[in-house]
């Protein structure tokens, strides 16, 4: 794999030079970048650390990596999840409700996977057209019969959608606006694409003040480019021609943990707005992302205290969820093997091989029968409850199961999600 690191020195959405970097983790590595017993320590890593522009007061890493080829052959999904399919079909089923949206709807999705949202639009007889740049997940998405174009989407793309999609009546993003280098022209292409009265576009995003309240930093990652509160993806929507609608589209116990979800229309639009609240003020003031890193390193002390005291003790811990949670927070707070003997996975894409950063191995949860823990950190902590009934139905006897978060942010009244 060949990359390059690009420093900016600016401002993602406003351009101000007034960027202040508030939280340094040291080296990274990407969040997938599993890696061979043979190859560990060769895997990408590089400081990664997250700024707050003082203008605008939108959290954005101040780098950019570009990636001299496609390296991620797998695709990690956990669409089999029924959260996550519940999450899905609620989702179509309110922004057509709610809209009013009926059959022949137009619905585009950008970074559309494997088709699984789209399908549940197309079930309510939307016509459907994803965007996505992976092969293989296109391939999954046109075998369940959800059309998609496999591509990033652009304003030169934008202009290449056939007519009978056009202009859209919803557009959606789930977990991809914040992986977005531009965010900014990336909005004015789906001004351009919208219908200006009825269109809706529906983004799902980290919440910034989740992530700083749980101290959930394994969000941080090279991947994502913006962190976003109700107020500064407002104040976004607004820059780029956009009113925002709600944040309350589902209620809270039906969306991921962290999930920041918004409607927006285009401004003179025919919608009526739900006037959302706009979120605490202290996120807009520079106190609150000075004395954060503190609190930040003092969690992940506490976690490593944690897992080693119970080391000390005769105690054996492994994880569960390889996803970023995982690799990120044994990464950011140094953990390896000799903390955590093996990370479960049940999707088969990473096992055999290492964790990047932390180089713990990566398994399937029939490696706890074999060979067992007395405790198991569900990293993956919004699948808590599913992770239970299955383990308690596969072994003969389960190890505790302990949500980091609760180790993250020990006594913090949002310490569950
Ligand atoms: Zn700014």
Not at 114 to 129: I, P, R, S, T, Y
Request: charged share 25%; aromatic share 8%.
């Amino acid at each position: 794999m060949t990359w390059a690191v690009h420093a900016r020195s600016r401002c993602r959405l406003c351009g101000s030079d007034d960027v202040a970097e508030f939280l340094s983790l040291g080296d990274a590595p990407f969040t997938d970048d599993f890696v061979a017993p043979s190859s560990a320590g060769r895997e990408f890593t590089a400081p990664l650390s997250v700024w707050v522009c003082r203008a605008c007061w939108t959290a954005q890493t101040q780098h950019d990596v570009e990636v001299g080829e496609y390296y991620r052959d797998y695709n990690y999904s956990v669409a089999a999840s029924p959260f996550a399919q519940t999450f899905m079909r609620r989702l179509a089923q309110e922004t057509m409700a709610r809209y009013g949206l009926g059959p022949g709807a137009t619905v585009l999705e950008i970074g559309s996977g494997d088709g699984a949202q789209l399908a549940h639009f197309q079930a309510l007889g939307a016509h459907v057209l994803g965007f996505e740049p992976s092969a293989d997940l296109c391939a999954a998405s046109r075998a369940r019969g959800v059309p998609v174009n496999q591509r990033l989407f652009d304003a030169r793309t934008a202009a290449e959608i056939g007519n009978d999609m056009l202009p859209a009546d919803a557009i959606v993003l789930t977990y991809t606006f914040d992986h977005l280098p531009d965010p900014l022209p990336f909005l004015e292409a789906v001004r351009g694409v919208l219908h200006p009265e009825r269109g809706v576009l529906v983004i799902e995003v980290h919440d910034l003040e989740r992530i700083m309240q749980r101290r959930e930093t394994c969000l941080f990652e090279h991947e994502h480019s913006v962190y976003l509160t109700r107020r500064s993806f407002r104040r976004l929507l607004e820059r780029a021609g956009f009113e925002l609608l709600t944040t309350e589209l589902l209620p809270d116990h039906e969306r991921r943990g962290n999930s920041l979800l918004v409607v927006a229309a285009v401004e003179g639009h025919r919608h009526a707005a739900d006037a959302p609240e706009d979120g605490p003020a202290n996120l807009e003031r520079w106190e609150t992302y000075a004395g954060f890193a503190e609190e930040v390193r003092r969690s992940h002390d506490a976690l490593r205290r944690y897992i080693r005291d119970a080391r000390a003790a005769g105690r054996r811990i492994a994880g569960y969820g390889a996803g970023g949670r995982g690799v990120m927070t044994l990464a950011g707070a140094g953990l390896g093997p000799g903390d955590v003997a093996y990370l479960c996975d049940r999707s088969p894409h990473a096992h055999g091989l290492l964790a990047p950063g932390s180089h713990v191995p990566i398994c399937g949860p029939d490696r706890l029968a074999q060979d067992p823990v007395d405790e198991l950190i569900v990293f993956s902590y919004g699948y808590l409850d599913e992770i239970r009934e299955q383990l308690a139905s596969e072994l003969a006897a389960s190890p505790r199961l302990t949500s980091v978060l609760d180790l993250l942010s020990p006594g913090s009244p949002m310490g569950t999600p």
